[in-house]
């Protein structure tokens, strides 16, 4: 290898040559892989110099290895060339095969470029075949080693031992070499990704059991009730796994919880308000059974947790025990919709429910009757109808229809659901049945209060307040109005029923009341109202009240009071 003209190479070079290329492909990383290739060039193809420059991701080409010489070695390693000047370089000189070779008479232009570059002292050639100081030798190493690929570095070599320009055999050696080295700084390359993904993958994994253990702790050990259920598919919402918080809170073991989906466990009154809960960032206020057949008032609040990247989807529930704060509002409202002493419904209570069952249309008004006979006519043609009897029996249903549906301008429409309050007219027991309004005032209390005090007065309104709502059926209301004035509303009675059940409110209340030992007597006299559309809360309360103080004036004073 030291001339071209040998007719055969040594077989020592050939072992040397070998031994370089095993070299390669057994270095156990990229930097030791690039450090062996530099080293070969050295000691396989007797150059006194070489470098290994390699592609950066930005496209720069940086000095991985360099052999021959310590000096500039530490002069030039680790420093980077633009991709435009390799490629200034990679574009001249001469064309050997695959090597590129760029004469001192020529690359002198290259002095001043950014590429890190040595330079070597000796005497000028004395022949054609000497190598000069300034002379440039490069070979191109691509991706697997072929052509044409993508450039992945470039080994500069300088001086060979000789101090001749590389022959035929020379060139081809350094080619072959070249070529291997490429692939084996790929295949470096290749396992070197290859260990940072396994690195990086393993990374990965522990932190997600990292992630996976924290997630069960904090979901086992948490203070209140999660649950995990399934989302999508046929079990939509089935539980499949909650915590001991949850099974505490529902009186549940796990076992019997992963048989249940919340829709099974909700409040009937509730289903509507889980169903409306969206299941991404969800949250409602709802009422769950427990195991012993009681509800518990609970917040639930939703999300949607991912198993993988692509894999099904769960849902994650909070459940939060909110009965304690429940329970409060409930008797907050309690307070401020019934009276502290008896627990009636309070005036504005009372007010409330009267005004739901009322709107602003009278049962047959005028107006309602004229706007269906004037329909009426013009579906016919006109008032000239042959068939009056079926003329009047559409005018009744449009009547009908316009009494239930339309309401005056600026009034709230009425709802398909409102059925009209009607009331026996003049008092007659016609059949009619409406809501009674029994307004009633207690006889003789204020000399209870005058001469036994408040004390007393309060124990005989609480016992009045529990006889009244005795004697009334479940769905009546029995509300105290202020002072000792009481009123019923009961629906679905004719004029002779509201009678009766005045007297026996009356005559409920009359027995003696002990308080402290001692019997008081309480009379009461009761104004009997009709509650019918058209009219307002205010009005109907004032009418009863009206009629109880004529009811009061009519009975004589001695049968009034009664204590």
């Given amino acids: 290898m030291d001339t071209e003209s040998e007719p055969y190479v040594r077989l020592a070079t050939l072992r040397q040559l070998h031994q370089v290329?095993?070299?390669?492909?057994?270095?156990?990383?990229?930097?030791?892989?690039?450090?062996?290739?530099?080293?070969?060039?050295?000691?396989?193809?007797?150059?006194?110099?070489?470098?290994?420059?390699?592609?950066r991701p930005d496209g720069d080409l940086v000095v991985a290895a360099f052999a021959g010489n310590a000096d500039a070695e530490a002069m030039i390693t680790g420093r980077v060339g633009s991709r435009a000047a390799w490629d200034r370089r990679l574009g001249m000189g001469e064309r050997w095969g695959s090597l590129i070779f760029i004469p001192h008479n020529e690359g002198w232009v290259l002095d001043e470029d950014d590429v890190p570059q040595w330079y070597t002292d000796g005497p000028e050639p004395r022949f054609e075949d000497e190598w000069h100081p300034a002379d440039r030798l490069l070979a191109p190493l691509y991706a697997n080693g072929g052509l044409p690929g993508e450039l992945i570095g470039v080994l500069s070599v300088d001086r060979p031992r000789n101090g001749r320009l590389p022959g035929a055999w020379g060139r081809e050696a350094l080619q072959m070499y070249a070529f291997q080295a490429a692939i084996a700084i790929s295949n470096a390359r290749?396992?070197?990704?290859?260990?940072?993904?396994?690195?990086?993958?393993?990374?990965?994994?522990?932190?997600?059991?990292?992630?996976?253990?924290?997630?069960?702790?904090?979901f086992e050990y948490?203070?209140?009730?999660?649950?995990?259920?399934?989302?999508?598919?046929?079990?939509?919402?089935?539980?499949?796994?909650?915590?001991?918080?949850?099974?505490?809170?529902l009186g549940r073991p796990a076992a019997a919880m992963r048989?249940?989906?919340?829709?099974?466990?909700?409040?009937?009154e509730d289903i509507g308000t889980l169903l409306r809960t969206s299941a991404e960032g969800g949250r409602a206020e709802l009422r769950l059974a427990r195991r012993d057949g009681t509800y518990l008032w609970v917040s639930l609040r939703n999300s949607v947790v991912a198993d993988a990247?692509?894999?099904p989807r769960f849902l994650l529930t909070h459940v939060e025990d909110i009965e304690?704060?429940?329970?409060?509002?409930?008797?907050?409202?309690?307070?401020?919709?019934?009276?502290?002493l008896t627990?009636?419904?309070?005036?504005?209570?009372?007010?409330?429910?009267?005004?739901?069952?009322?709107?602003?249309?009278?049962?047959?008004?005028?107006s309602s009757r004229a706007a269906a006979g004037e329909s009426v006519d013009a579906a016919y043609g006109g008032p000239g109808v042959q068939d009056f009897d079926q003329a009047e029996a559409l005018a009744e249903r449009a009547a009908r229809a316009a009494e239930r549906f339309e309401t005056p301008a600026g009034e709230p429409v009425v709802g398909y659901d409102h059925v009209h309050v009607v009331a026996p007219e003049?008092?007659?027991?016609?059949?009619?049945k409406g809501l009674a309004v029994l307004f009633c005032d207690l006889d003789g209390f204020k000399s209870i209060n005058d001469r036994f005090g408040h004390h007393t007065g309060d124990a005989v309104l609480i016992e009045v307040a529990r006889r009244l709502t005795s004697g009334v059926r479940d769905g009546d209301t029995v509300a105290r109005l202020g002072g000792d004035e009481f009123v019923v509303l009961a629906d679905g009675l004719g004029s002779a029923d509201a009678q009766d059940l005045a007297v026996r409110l009356r005559n409920a209340i009359i027995p003696p009341i002990r308080v402290d030992g001692r019997g008081v007597r309480v009379g009461a006299s009761f104004g009997i109202g009709w509650a019918r559309c058209g009219m307002t809360a205010e009005e109907v309360l004032k009418s009863a009240d009206q009629l109880m103080y004529v009811e009061k004036r009519a009975r004589a004073k001695q049968q009034r009071r009664a204590g």
């Fill in 343 to 366: 627990g009636l419904p309070n005036a504005a209570e009372l007010r409330s429910r009267l005004s739901s069952r009322l709107c602003r249309r009278p049962q047959g008004s005028a």
């Fill in 190 to 218: 290749l396992r070197a990704n290859m260990q940072r993904a396994l690195v990086r993958l393993e990374r990965e994994q522990q932190a997600l059991r990292a992630s996976e253990e924290s997630f069960r702790q904090a």
């Fill in 309 to 311: 990247a692509d894999g």
């Fill in 259 to 268: 048989r249940y989906s919340f829709s099974d466990l909700v409040h009937p």
């Fill in 426 to 432: 003049g008092g007659r027991d016609d059949g009619t």
């Fill in 21 to 55: 290329m095993a070299d390669m492909n057994t270095a156990r990383s990229l930097a030791d892989t690039v450090q062996t290739v530099a080293n070969g060039v050295v000691t396989g193809l007797n150059y006194e110099l070489a470098a290994v420059n390699l592609v």
């Fill in 324 to 340: 304690e704060r429940k329970r409060r509002e409930l008797q907050l409202a309690h307070r401020a919709s019934h009276d502290a």
């Fill in 222 to 249: 948490a203070p209140s009730g999660m649950a995990i259920a399934e989302m999508g598919g046929d079990q939509h919402g089935r539980i499949l796994r909650t915590n001991d918080a949850l099974c505490r809170l």
